[in-house]
């Protein structure tokens, strides 16, 4: 009875070892792909971020009307860091207050020098002219800020400790 | 001699089975730890949250709200604002009240500010605020507003 048990035993036919390698390793390969991409979720990603040696000033801020009896804001920015900036966030509002108007919604900056570029150079002005539609909202004293904007891998990024301020009356 | 004990393939089996069961039940544990989470872009919002820059100023008289006061929110960062949170502190009963939870008058994106009319409350100097981002976010197939952590917030004093 016992020998008949071990022949019906030694005849049952399982998975070939070699398959059963190739399941254990498909499983492991599927396991960990799953943990890498649900865990890919919490992982802190590089962010691109501006370099510190990014720096500009305002030069100097006109806010008032122009020889044609327009109102105008004039800005001249210069770029004082050691790299090149691809854009700016130009801003003015009260003095004292967060909430501030763009004055540039393209963000473009150049060289005053040379407009062929759409980019402002270390050592570089740039200045422009902005019209103001509603002059009555700019009198008095207003603050203007400037953020540098440079583009890493194409994607714009904001130099959020590079922001210079400046009051200016406006008449 | 003659014991009989399980077939290899019985046991392999089995221990598949073990450790699949083992690791569910560690992974069900472990995703007690982990909040329930929303995506933004190719990761959990919580972490952008983290790279939320803004400034922010809680104003007592501002002539286009009813009720005088605003808040001002300049977002300086890389992240879109939503809206924010804004819980006021109360030293003597040692709480914080929720005053404002919403959206401005549209997504605050990179580089812009916006304001927004605080209509439910009176602000006095020496008030405390902390006002905390909200986000939009990805939850399986809807867009939800986040709040992100009260530690990602700012705490504002009004002047």
């Known amino acids: ?171 | 001699m003659l014991k009989r004990g399980v077939s290899p393939v019985v046991a392999t089996v089995l221990l598949i089975v073990i450790v699949v069961i083992l690791g569910a039940i560690i992974f069900i544990w472990a995703r007690g730890f982990l909040s329930e989470s929303a995506v933004k872009g190719d990761r959990v919002v919580e972490s952008s949250c983290n790279d939320v820059k803004f400034e922010v100023q809680i104003v007592k008289v501002v002539s286009e709200c009813s009720t005088g006061s605003a808040i001002d929110i300049n977002n300086i960062g890389n992240i879109p604002i939503y809206g924010v949170k804004v819980l006021q502190f109360k030293e003597d009963e040692g709480s914080a009240d929720t005053v404002f939870d919403g959206a401005f008058s549209g997504t605050i994106t990179v580089g812009k500010s916006s304001s927004a009319c605080l209509d439910s409350i009176s602000v006095n100097s020496g008030d405390k605020f902390r006002v905390v981002p909200k986000l939009l976010a990805k939850n399986e197939d809807r867009t939800i507003a986040y709040t992100c952590p009260e530690k990602d917030g700012i705490t504002e004093t009004v002047v």
């Open chain 1, 1 to 171: 009875m016992v020998r008949n048990l071990f022949q019906l035993n030694k005849n049952r036919k399982a998975v070939s070892l070699m398959i059963g390698y190739v399941l254990l390793i498909a499983i492991a390969i599927a396991l960990s792909t799953a943990v890498f991409f649900y865990l890919k979720l919490y992982l802190p990603s590089n962010n691109p971020e501006c370099d510190v040696d990014i720096k500009i000033t305002i030069d100097s801020v006109f806010c008032g009307t122009d020889d044609d009896g327009k109102a105008v804001i004039k800005v001249n920015v210069t770029n004082r860091g050691l790299f090149k900036i691809d854009g700016a966030f130009i801003k003015i509002g009260d003095v004292g207050r967060t909430f501030k108007t763009e004055l540039n919604p393209t963000r473009d900056v150049y060289d005053c020098d040379d407009l062929s570029d759409r980019f402002l150079n270390p050592g570089k002005m740039f200045c422009f002219t902005y019209n103001v539609d509603n002059p009555t909202t700019l009198q008095g004293n207003k603050e203007i800020s400037v953020q540098p904007v440079v583009f890493v891998d194409n994607n714009p990024v904001l130099c959020s400790d590079a922001v210079v301020s400046k009051t200016v009356v406006c008449t």
